[in-house]
């Protein structure tokens, strides 16, 4: 008899337990994340005030990016929308599915200028030495940040929480929330990459 | 008090559904008409019926009160005669309607031959419309509007490059999804000259609800024309803000996904604008075409139509003006 009620309870606990889980994360979805559709202009225009190694290669990103906490990486509504970017500027009419092409993959395990958002939105907005042409006068600098975030994210070791939209169209490499870089990262033959880059 | 006044203005506002230039129930092009006829005459045939069904109900309920102690002694016959007539009645009315809705579904069906071909392409979202080549001339390309010669039979082949959408423009025709992968068509034929609204109407996206279409009934002679001027280059402007807008065009990403017709633009991603100062809506019936509405539309698409395929891109506010007089220029 004892028993009985002790599973009885057991199974009401239980019971409460995944109606509590379900309430919360009703509660949760209730608090959608915000979606800024237009960035201030001030805040835009100071989002352009990278301060750059000498050599062209990471540095510091300017103090309001941290301040309205660094949505470009982690965010997954600005994610999406660096990923419709890089549609919308042909990026992959060099870059492909992110695994290069004419110009070079981001997939493969090596960035040239460094994995860091300054440096990707430095190589966005000022082009970079050997074809990779400036997109200062075509992307409004939030666009930038959002397509440096997309960039970045596809070319990660490890799958941020936050992803992009699926695809509509077929799936050529891994998806963006699995670390397709990681999947992919091919060493090359040796010496190609001598000074550059950690294997992950 | 305030129920009282406010019925008959509810009543007026429901009943102007029925008429304007967007309803299935003031039908101006020969399939819809015949749809109406169908709908007029089932909810006509349903409406008697139903009249006489509470009148037989009321019947009942008075007469039972009245009789209960003389109802075993009564007679079945007028009974079964009175179910057996109810029966009849029924497999002769619904057969009935069966038949007419059968002869409206071939009646709105296409006929073999057509005086016209468009191609309709459903996007996220926006109507993308094809004319084909004819004896007339070459084909052309425009957006969100619809030209059609009245009183002619014309095949809509219906696209769509993305997800499913559906076409409806009730005052002419039913409905008919646009479906990826696959090709429906659709009659269409006005009867009377006007301009007659449509709206996707199967659920596309965050913005289905600004995804509407005009279709504008003319005569042969006007559509001839329009068509006419829509086969045409654009042509240049000497005047110079208008020359600086089109070369700020070419230079910025506009022309990566628009194109306009005898310029070096030649994007395939977005509406053709060769003629977009004609047409009398941007945005898939945003806004009306006027200057004001084109440069706030390229000054911030994504605050307008939030999730929509245009970036917002960086212009310095002159060249933004030059821009939209460019785009106004476009007739």
Excluded at chain 1, 90 to 96: E, I, K
Aim: glycine content about 10%; charged content about 15%; aromatic content about 8%.
């Amino acid at each position: 008899m004892a028993e009985k009620v002790s599973s009885s309870s057991k199974a009401v606990f239980a019971l409460a337990g995944v109606l509590f889980l379900a309430a919360s994360g009703a509660i949760l979805g209730w608090f959608r994340q915000p979606r800024e559709l237009r960035l201030d202009p001030p805040l835009s225009a100071n989002l352009d005030r990278i301060k750059l190694m000498p050599n062209g290669i990471s540095g510091s990103p300017p103090e309001s990016y941290f301040a309205i906490g660094k949505p470009y990486e982690s965010d997954a509504w600005n994610l999406s929308q660096g990923k419709r970017l890089y549609a919308w500027f042909g990026c992959g009419s060099c870059h492909g599915d992110g695994r290069g092409g004419v110009g070079p993959s981001f997939l493969d395990g090596w960035w040239l200028y460094g994995p860091e958002m300054v440096s990707i939105v430095a190589s966005i907005r000022d082009g970079r030495p050997h074809g990779m042409p400036a997109f200062r006068d075509r992307m409004t600098s939030e666009q930038i940040w959002q397509l440096a975030g997309y960039v970045q994210t596809i070319g990660s070791y490890k799958p941020k929480v936050a992803a992009p939209s699926r695809n509509d169209d077929r799936q050529t490499r891994p998806a963006e929330n699995r670390g397709p870089a990681k999947i992919l990262f091919d060493e090359g033959p040796a010496g190609v990459h001598p000074d550059q880059g950690p294997t992950p | 008090m305030k129920t009282h006044r406010a019925l008959p203005l509810s009543v007026l506002v429901l009943a102007s559904g029925c008429g304007g230039y967007q309803s299935a129930l003031g039908a101006k092009g020969a399939p819809a008409i015949h749809v109406e006829h169908l709908i007029v005459g089932i909810v006509a045939v349903c409406t008697v019926i139903w009249i006489l069904v509470m009148m037989m109900l009321v019947l009942a309920l008075v007469r039972a009160r009245r009789s209960v102690a003389s109802q075993a002694t009564g007679s079945e016959k007028p009974l079964t005669v009175a179910v057996s007539a109810a029966i009849a009645a029924t497999v002769v009315i619904i057969a009935g309607m069966t038949i007419a809705s059968f002869y409206t579904t071939r009646n709105i069906g296409l006929p073999d031959s057509t005086a016209l071909t468009i191609t309709v392409r459903g996007q996220q979202w926006w109507w993308q419309v094809f004319y084909a080549d004819s004896p007339a001339g070459p084909g052309f390309q425009t957006a969100n509007e619809i030209h059609i010669p009245v009183g002619r039979d014309v095949r809509l082949r219906l696209e769509s490059p993305d997800v499913i959408h559906s076409f409806w423009v009730p005052s002419l025709a039913g409905k008919q999804d646009l479906v990826p992968g696959r090709t429906n068509s659709l009659l269409l034929r006005a009867e009377k000259p006007g301009v007659y609204r449509g709206q996707c109407a199967e659920f596309c996206g965050l913005q289905h609800s600004h995804m509407a279409i005009l279709v504008i009934a003319e005569t042969q002679a006007a559509f001839e024309g329009w068509a006419a001027t829509q086969r045409l280059d654009a042509a240049g402007s000497a005047d110079p803000d208008i020359a600086a807008g089109q070369a700020s065009f070419m230079a910025k990403p506009c022309a990566a996904c628009h194109t306009v017709r005898g310029t070096p633009a030649g994007g395939t991603t977005g509406p053709d604008l060769t003629h977009v100062g004609g047409r009398r809506t941007i945005a898939a019936g945003l806004l009306e075409t006027t200057r004001g509405s084109l440069a706030a539309w390229i000054a911030d698409p994504q605050t307008l139509k939030p999730g929509n395929n245009m970036p917002m891109v960086p212009l310095t506010s002159i060249e933004l003006r030059n821009i939209s007089a460019y785009m106004e220029s476009l007739k």
